[in-house]
């Protein structure tokens, strides 16, 4: 008798430990809207880090299996001075557009190192140590990953993928917070990588500062191994244009005209970047970080 009791209370437990595990995937999933396979969009709270419809951070999960990242940039030889981010959604045919990165003074160029298809649109990389590439040259490659550069030479990503882009690194691979605890503050939009090896577009329109924005990230259910800053302030933007996605009145208006943005398409219906020219540049209008 007193076995039977104990098998019994056994069978109990396994029971409730697998209700208390499918409640706790089903709380997981609830986070999550799919919009289509590959494509998942959640919002959350900044400050508690809960999920929330209206929440003030924007999370958009891309597989990069099953919807390509492409950049788009405008042309110096062109009198074309960018558009918004719906805009750029609405004439290549994207499902979703955010900044590809800081631009310089002339509001065109990319602040640091930008290739496109092979083809280098800024040959000069600055000291930022965050790299993203896609565009495998080998198939065996991953189709999508965040390079940090001290550890990743920029010739060797430059072998290996068609498309490069040099920006500020807010998290080294690792989960680490590189930046220091500081006073400025600024609206944020962002890539991240998780380790599915999933893009992350990340869009908050609270002003939180570096450090903070980054232990934001690295607390939220995201499992973020590597992220890059694309800009801050008024002209970090966010788009995406897909029927199943409906905008709340909190999310970001399209914005000011961008020249370059990072593009989210299908993989069997990619289109070639527009207005496309490299060239050197020298000079970089951006705000001096403090990552290290």
Not at 2 to 28: E, P
Not at 53 to 78: A, H, N, Y
Request: with cysteine; charged share 25%; hydrophobic share 40%.
């Amino acid at each position: 008798m007193v076995r039977q009791k104990c098998w019994a209370l056994v069978i109990f437990g396994m029971l409730l430990a697998g209700m208390l595990v499918a409640a706790n995937s089903t709380a997981a999933d609830d986070t999550w809207q799919e919009l289509e396979t590959g494509l998942e969009i959640a919002h959350f709270d900044s400050r508690t880090h809960a999920a929330d419809p209206k929440g003030d951070l924007m999370v958009l999960r891309v597989e990069p299996r099953i919807f390509s990242l492409q950049l788009f940039t405008t042309g110096r030889e062109t009198k074309d001075s960018g558009r918004n981010v719906a805009r750029w959604c609405r004439d290549q045919g994207l499902v979703a557009a955010i900044n590809a990165g800081m631009y310089q003074a002339d509001m065109r160029t990319h602040v640091g190192f930008c290739q496109v298809d092979g083809k280098v649109i800024n040959g000069f990389a600055n000291d930022y140590l965050s790299v993203a590439a896609f565009g495998p040259v080998d198939q065996a490659d991953p189709p999508f990953r965040i390079f940090d550069l001290d550890e990743t030479p920029l010739n060797e990503i430059l072998a290996r993928y068609k498309n490069v882009v040099q920006n500020l690194r807010l998290i080294k691979r690792g989960g680490e917070n590189r930046w220091q605890p500081a006073t400025d503050q600024w609206r944020e939009a962002a890539l991240a990588e998780d380790r599915r090896g999933r893009a992350l577009l990340i869009y908050c329109r609270t002003a939180w500062s570096m450090h903070e924005f980054n232990e934001i990230l690295l607390a939220l259910p995201l499992q973020v191994v590597a992220a890059q800053h694309l800009e801050g302030r008024s002209p970090a933007r966010i788009w995406i244009d897909h029927p199943a996605y409906k905008a709340g009145p909190e999310a970001p208006a399209p914005g000011p005209k961008l020249p370059n943005v990072i593009g989210v398409v299908r993989n069997l219906s990619s289109r070639p970047p527009i207005g496309l020219e490299g060239g050197p540049v020298t000079d970089a209008a951006a705000d001096s970080p403090n990552e290290q």
